[in-house]
Nanobody, 123 residues
């Protein structure tokens, strides 16, 4: 059982930046592949980015390439999502997720989820 807690969300103007953090409980954080998803009101959850267990491989949805960076610090049991050049369409609740079965863009793969953190980008 893994507990994930997101933080760092907030209200920013278009073009601004935020860094989201996801702190994980337990001693086996390095055994999990991690990902970020987001869900806007009235829309289905969508994949944002993923990172392998060691941090050696990263993956991004097309709509965030060049703007977002995913990273992790296994010593701190934390995964980050650095979001730059934010757009109003980035407004959503952002969730982190963990899996022992390999990174994937489909949410079904992930066994553990955080509670989410709200990101709002104004025009």
């Amino acid at each position: 059982q893994v507990q994930l807690v997101e933080s760092g969300g907030g209200l920013v103007q278009a073009g601004g930046s935020l860094r989201l953090s996801c702190a994980a409980s337990g001693r086996s954080f390095s055994s999990y592949d991690m990902a970020w998803f987001r869900q806007a009101p009235g829309k289905e959850r969508e994949y944002v980015a993923a990172i392998s267990r060691s941090g050696g491989s990263t993956y991004f949805a097309d709509f965030v390439k060049g703007r977002f960076t995913i990273s992790r610090d296994n010593a701190k049991n934390t995964v980050y999502l650095q979001m730059n050049s934010l757009k109003p369409e980035d407004t959503a609740v952002y969730y982190c997720a963990a899996t022992m079965y390999g990174v994937h863009r489909l949410s079904d793969v992930y066994e553990y989820w955080g509670q989410g953190t709200q990101v709002t980008v104004s025009s």
